[in-house]
């Protein structure tokens, strides 16, 4: 089956760090290229950051210089690490593989439950 | 970067046809995505390349893409649509490449 389950969450004080993971099954994540999404409670999503196939990646203004995505194809898990929390990072945070039929297009089509990050002192 | 459009709600009575719009410069040169996320559940593909239907997605989900404006139809409604639906689209030439929509809350009256 396939599947995305993160982990990793939690509560953590103002320019304090956490490292989210994203355990991936049934597929392959270097393969395929893979997003970190996020959600303020009651806001809508928001695209953090994303690593294609190849390793290139790319993030969000609102993160950039504080958040690294990367992954260990040993595992086949995908990880979100964010320093120099603040308040405004609070949200659930996803996982999502991106998949695509026609290259210069690509979806969400599976993600995982996510995971809640609350910066709070 | 690129901005996406959506009214912040729509409402529809049970058996009708609900229509939410994605608003964006051209937007029918790119292909639209669309996901419905339940309170508290994570989002789910509902259409993909506009028009295109994922397995497990009734057919009374459709989409189209032109001009300026995507929509999303949902023909005869039912209370379990009610959900909030975001669209997206791929922004290949941009550091930026993923861009959802504010997302629409549908509310089955």
């Known amino acids: 089956e396939v599947q995305l389950v993160e982990s990793g969450g939690g509560l953590v004080q103002p320019g304090g760090s956490l490292r989210l993971s994203c355990a991936a099954s049934g597929f392959t994540v270097s393969s395929n290229y893979m997003s970190w999404v996020r959600q303020a409670p009651g806001k809508g999503l928001e695209w953090v950051s994303v690593i294609y196939s190849g390793g290139s990646t790319y993030y969000a203004d609102s993160v950039k210089g504080r958040f690294t995505i990367s992954r260990d194809n040993s595992k086949n898990t995908l990880y979100l690490q964010m320093n120099s929390l603040r308040a405004e990072d609070t949200a659930v945070y996803y996982c999502a593989r991106d998949s695509f039929l026609f290259l210069g297009s690509y979806y969400m089509d599976v993600w995982g439950k996510g995971t809640t990050v609350t910066v709070s002192s | 970067s690129y901005v996406l459009t959506q009214p912040p709600s729509v409402s529809v009575a049970p058996g009708k046809t609900a229509r939410i719009t994605c608003g964006g410069n051209?937007?029918?040169?790119?292909?639209v995505h669309w996901y419905q996320q339940k309170p508290g559940q994570a989002p789910v593909l509902v259409i993909y390349y506009d028009s295109d239907r994922p397995s497990g997605i009734p057919e009374r989900f459709s989409g189209s893409n032109s001009g300026n404006t995507a929509t999303l139809t949902i023909s005869r409604v039912e209370a379990g649509d009610e959900a909030d639906y975001y669209c997206q689209v791929w922004d290949s030439s941009s550091d930026h490449p993923v861009v959802f929509g504010g997302g629409t809350k549908l509310t089955v009256l």
């Open positions: 051209n937007i029918g040169s790119k292909s």
